[in-house]
């Protein structure tokens, strides 16, 4: 494959991005602030696992 078709297919804009963060861990002020601010953007999905105290 050519090296130029396939940097072309990865610049692509009009190709649909998908864009998913997964946050776990203990449900403090910083998974809140990363939750926060990617789910106000429209092109972002966030998958959050938070630990519950004692398990």
Known sequence: MN???LNNVF???T???SRKVIVW???D???WAV???LTARKD???LSFFQ???H
């Open 3 to 5: 090296d130029d078709v």
């Open 11 to 13: 610049e692509d804009e």
């Open 15 to 17: 190709m649909m991005k």
């Open 25 to 27: 861990g203990q449900d």
């Open 29 to 31: 002020l910083l998974s």
């Open 35 to 37: 939750n926060f601010f």
């Open 44 to 46: 972002w999905e966030v």
């Open 52 to 54: 519950r105290p004692g």
